[in-house]
Nanobody
Framework: VQLVESGGGLVQAGGSLRLSCAAS????????IAWFRQAPGKEREGLSC????????WQTASVKGRFTVSSDSGKNTFYLHMNNLKPEDTAVYYC??????????????????????WGQGTQVTVSS
């Protein structure tokens, strides 16, 4: 499985970006596709997840209402739509995938260790 993120960049606070995750190497049936981010000096944070089994999704509280996930199954491409961006959203954003029928959340967190396939990351910088 290969994952390639794109769509990052520099945006002003209050702006929007759409990140893409192009996936290959599998049919991606019954997969969980997750988005994480990591800011300098901080732990990797799980943001959102979508299940390719039934399309259900989950977002962490800090981005709920601002970030959403979607998928284009025909293209095996997954998206993270980010609105009303804030300077604290500045980080490298990663997509990750693993064969799971649903997004597993523990104590309101996505667990990076559950995902075996990762993209290289894309930088998002939000200026104030």
């Amino acid at each position: 499985v290969q994952l390639v993120e794109s769509g990052g960049g520099l945006v002003q606070a209050g702006g929007s970006l759409r990140l893409s995750c192009a996936a290959s190497g599998s049919a991606f049936e019954d997969y969980a596709i997750a988005w994480f981010r990591q800011a300098p000096g901080k732990e990797r944070e799980g943001l959102s997840c979508i299940s390719t089994t039934d399309g259900t999704s989950w977002q962490t509280a800090s981005v709920k209402g601002r970030f959403t996930v979607s998928s284009d199954s025909g293209k095996n491409t997954f998206y993270l739509h980010m609105n009303n961006l804030k300077p604290e959203d500045t980080a490298v954003y990663y997509c990750a995938a693993d064969p799971m029928t649903r997004c597993l959340v523990s104590l309101q967190q996505l667990l990076p260790r559950l995902y075996n396939s990762w993209g290289q990351g894309t930088q998002v910088t939000v200026s104030s």
